[in-house]
């Protein structure tokens, strides 16, 4: 646990130097998956959770807050896929470990504000963490990817536009499954 702070502190506060010590990492998909990813994904559901408790059925807020646990580890994997299918188009190298890499630590910033989830007039914080993470994988293309700096704004653009789409499909099936299409996240 004590790892998994350390270097979301480091991806938040010097994202530049985070993303140059894991490029040379050998770590991967699984590994990071196990050892960072499922420990940070469940901050947000976590505070979600709370924030549910006494407004929602005990069996549905656990349900809805395992559904929002399972869309953030799926779209982790799913921007890493993305961003590995997109780097030929983009000029530059197609690597699934450093891809997944760099999926993980640009969600990071949006997983650690999740935890504003707690309160839902604070939720609306979480898109300053959302925004953050953007920087975050702008900054580690041409790092984790080889992206040439011409290259970089496109492929950045690219990637969240269908990352985006997948993250609205998740959603909605996720809503449709706990509310039936009604309600919301907070409409409890």
Not at 134 to 153: H, N, Q, S
Not at 162 to 185: E, H, Q, R, Y
């Amino acid at each position: 646990m004590e790892q998994v702070i350390t270097r979301a502190k480091k991806v938040l506060v010097s994202p530049a130097d985070a993303l140059l010590e894991v490029k040379s990492e050998a770590i991967g998909v699984t590994q990071l998956m196990k050892e960072y990813v499922v420990v940070i994904a469940a901050v947000p559901a976590a505070a979600m959770f709370v924030a549910m408790l006494g407004h929602a059925s005990f069996f549905r807020s656990v349900f809805y807050c395992a559904l929002v646990y399972a869309i953030g580890l799926l779209s982790v994997f799913v921007f890493g896929k993305i961003i590995d299918a997109l780097a030929p188009h983009f000029g530059s190298s197609q690597n699934a470990d450093s891809a997944f890499k760099l999926a993980a630590y640009a969600f990071t910033p949006s997983f650690i504000a999740g935890i504003f989830n707690i309160n839902p007039s604070l939720a609306f914080l979480g898109t300053i963490g959302s925004l953050y993470g953007i920087y975050i994988f702008y900054l580690g293309l041409p790092v984790m990817m080889e992206t040439p700096a011409d290259k970089r704004i496109t492929y950045t653009a690219v990637s969240l536009i269908v990352m985006i789409v997948v993250m609205i499909v998740l959603t909605l099936i996720a809503s449709t499954i706990v509310w039936g299409g009604m309600g919301g996240v907070y409409g409890y």
